[in-house]
């Protein structure tokens, strides 16, 4: 957008549309060049161009960049005549330089700008200085300098470095164009002067070096007769930005724009404007009071349903639980008849008693039989094969699973040997004696007894008459 009309380009499209703004009405331009292709809620993207902006160099902020759009204003109240509430503000940082170039532009033609869109049904994204796009447009050279001028406009010097612009000139004391069809005025000498002091500058100012080449881009004149007038008169070689361009600088730019919209250094349209997304709109509360009664209505209309159908089943199951509580009465009182008396149960008890007894007692005569019929003379015909010269029985106690024998021996160590051998006769093979008691009588005769069941304290060592006999040699006789 110039000051001279509006033009429209779409992304990655070369094709550009213009509208002229007469009597200022940029507003009226602007619509009648965007209405025909407006797709609501698509993003529109703004490129104004130098006489819609004004530009300071300052020191570089010691703030975060994302807080320059706010803090700016501040920066700049002191070489600004509007108010810091007035302005909308942008920095570039230039390179290698410490400074920052301050873009500021009039916060009312931005809200006007805005509204335009909006009763389009459009969104606005960016406003992006035009000189941006064209440091952009100088793809081959490290360093450029662009005589860039428009219509109804004045000539101005812009200089970029790695595409940034670093410095601006508008040259007020020559009015455009200097090139009147074949005829080349006075004036070109004038604007070779002023272009040479711009260059000089540059030339003193730029750590790469001297300046050698000059671009130019101007409306209403030829840009090959313009180009070779400045280099007959200037010590760089001038040429055209593009080669025979046809259409304004204006088309140039939108084209340009197009191509590469890409992630612009500076953007005039802060998040703080952009207008804040309304979470309860009026068309929204009602839309959810609406889906709140239906929903309302709807829970009431399934618990009343449910409820008709929950008071059916408790009078069902409440009548059936009345037969079964009479059903129940009814197996209680059939139960109480069939309870045994207390007198038939004592006398079950007795019986029982009675024949637990008689068993105990046919049990015991049992044992008796079976112990008569095994008897005790194999147990002491194999003691009377085992006789010994140096042993000699005196009492002996037998019943069904014990056996002590006592008597006496002519020495101690005969008798671990003479048990050991109850293993060759078959009555006495299992039986096993816990303990072995050896000593002597008041005639000093080795005395011994021999018992199955153990006796309070055990066997540790017997000493007698100087012989030692401990429980390990009586368990291996017995084995």
């Known amino acids: ?84 509430t007035e302005i909308v503000a942008d920095g570039l940082e230039l390179p290698s330089l410490n400074k920052t170039t301050a873009y500021v532009i009039q916060k009312s033609w931005l809200l006007q700008l805005r509204g335009v869109l909006e009763n389009l049904g459009l969104e606005l994204s960016q406003i992006i200085p035009e000189e941006l796009f064209w440091a952009r447009a100088q793809k081959e050279s490290h360093s450029a300098v662009l005589l860039q001028r428009s219509r109804f406009h004045h000539y101005r010097v812009s200089a970029f470095v790695e595409q940034l612009p670093i410095f601006h000139r508008t040259i007020r004391s020559v009015s455009g164009p200097v090139i009147q069809g074949e005829t080349i005025g006075l004036d070109v000498d004038s604007l070779a002067l002023e272009l040479q002091r711009s260059l000089d500058y540059l030339s003193s100012q730029l750590k790469t070096g001297g300046v050698h080449a000059l671009q130019v881009c101007c409306d209403e004149e030829s840009e090959n007769q313009l180009a070779e007038a400045l280099t007959a008169r200037l010590n760089v070689k001038v040429k055209p930005l593009v080669s025979e361009r046809t259409g304004w600088s204006g088309a140039l730019l939108a084209q340009i724009a197009s191509e590469q919209l890409e992630g612009p250094a500076v953007n005039l349209y802060p998040s703080y404007l952009k207008p804040k997304q309304e979470h309860f709109t009026l068309t929204r509360v009602a839309s959810v009071m609406a889906l709140t009664v239906t929903a309302a209505v709807a829970v009431y209309g399934y618990i009343s349903v449910s409820t008709v159908q929950l008071e059916s089943e408790l009078a069902q199951s ?138 309070n304290r055990s066997l540790d060592t017997v000493v007698n008459a100087g012989e030692k006999v401990d429980a390990t040699q009586v368990l291996e006789a017995q084995q």
């Open 318 to 455: 409440e009548s059936r639980a009345d037969s079964l509580h009479d059903e129940l009465s009814q197996q209680k009182a059939a139960l109480e008849s069939h309870r045994p008396s207390p007198v038939k149960v004592a006398a079950v008890e007795r019986l029982k008693q009675e024949i637990a007894a008689k068993k105990d007692a046919l049990d015991a005569v049992d044992d008796y039989d079976k112990e008569q019929q095994v008897g005790y003379s194999s147990v002491m015909n194999s003691l009377a094969t085992l006789g010994r010269n140096d042993i000699s029985i005196q009492h002996i106690y037998l019943d069904k699973s014990n056996i002590d024998i006592s008597g006496l021996a002519r020495n101690a160590s005969v008798i671990p040997n003479w048990v050991g051998q109850f293993k060759q006769e078959q009555s006495l093979v299992g039986r096993t004696f816990k303990t072995l008691k050896i000593g002597r009588n008041t005639n000093d005769v080795v005395t011994f007894e021999l018992r199955t069941s153990p006796e």
């Open 1 to 84: 957008m110039q000051s001279d009309g509006v033009f429209l380009s779409e992304k990655g499209q070369l094709k550009v549309s213009n509208c002229d703004i007469t009597a200022n009405n940029w507003q009226k331009a602007l619509e009648q060049l965007l209405q025909p292709k407006a797709t609501k809620g698509q993003g529109v993207n703004v490129v104004i161009g130098s006489d819609l902006y004004h530009t300071y160099q300052i020191d570089t902020p010691r703030i975060p960049k994302s807080e320059w759009p706010q803090a700016l204003p501040f920066l700049l109240k002191d070489v600004i005549s509007e108010r810091v």
